[in-house]
T-cell receptor, first 117, second 114 residues
Framework: EAGVAQSPRYKIIEKRQSVAFWCNPISGHATLYWYQQILGQGPKLLIQFQNNGVVDDSQLPKDRFSAERLKGVDSTLKIQPAKLEDSAVYLC???????????????FGPGTRLLVL | AQSVAQPEDQVNVAEGNPLTVKCTYSVSGNPYLFWYVQYPNRGLQFLLKYITGDNLVKGSYGFEAEFNKSQTSFHLKKPSALVSDSALYFCAVRDGAAGNKLTFGGGTRVLVKP
């Protein structure tokens, strides 16, 4: 079974530029998550999709971050404009069940390492 | 609100010795607990989880974890550590009474010396 795919793996941009990350979840996984992992910290949930609908985006900085999952499969996360503090690893994860399956395991992609200069 | 604490930033252990990585949690409902491992420049890999039932959970690569409700702990253990176990370990919790958001601890770096 193929894992969660993410691209690019690394990205360096200057502040105030825009950037986009792409995620392809495990086939058949209905739920998709985007996490931000700042160096030395645990991952923090940014947004959760159930198919193509948003379940939780309470921690997404909506003035600069946006995400979509138009066809319920792939997803993109965008930052515009980027700030220095956005330097982090952006992790995508997916799981099979619909919301409410609290014992469900999330499977993570390799992440995109973003450096904002 | 749910939370997770990993009190040790780093754990050093000699190869062949037992390894323990500590985790305590706080939830209002039933806890669902997870351990993940992260190798350099890699994503998180699932090790094991506790949902219900037996308090001792066995997972990948010889790891196990013990759920202790009275101490609100879920420590990760391995009887005999390998150099290849050197990595960053994350404990995570999902509160059964608060949706299915997963909250991670700050991570513990494990260094196994030959």
């Amino acid at each position: 079974e193929a894992g969660v795919a993410q691209s690019p793996r690394y990205k360096i941009i200057e502040k105030r530029q825009s950037v986009a990350f792409w995620c392809n979840p495990i086939s058949g996984h209905a739920t998709l998550y985007w996490y931000q992992q700042i160096l030395g910290q645990g991952p923090k949930l940014l947004i959760q999709f159930q198919n193509n609908g948003v379940v939780d985006d309470s921690q997404l900085p909506k003035d600069r971050f946006s995400a979509e999952r138009l066809k319920g499969v792939d997803s993109t996360l965008k930052i515009q404009p980027a700030k220095l503090e956005d330097s982090a690893v952006y992790l995508c994860a997916s799981s099979t069940r619909m919301g409410g399956a609290r014992g469900e395991t999330q499977y993570f992609g390799p992440g995109t390492r973003l450096l904002v200069l | 609100a749910q939370s997770v604490a990993q009190p040790e930033d780093q754990v050093n252990v000699a190869e062949g010795n037992p390894l323990t990585v500590k985790c305590t949690y706080s939830v209002s409902g039933n806890p669902y607990l997870f351990w993940y491992v992260q190798y350099p420049n890699r994503g998180l890999q699932f090790l094991l989880k506790y949902i219900t039932g037996d308090n001792l959970v066995k997972g990948s690569y010889g790891f196990e974890a013990e759920f202790n409700k009275s101490q609100t702990s879920f420590h990760l253990k391995k009887p005999s550590a390998l150099v290849s176990d050197s990595a960053l370990y994350f404990c995570a919790v999902r509160d059964g009474a608060a949706g299915n958001k997963l909250t991670f601890g700050g991570g513990t770096r494990v260094l196994v010396k030959p």
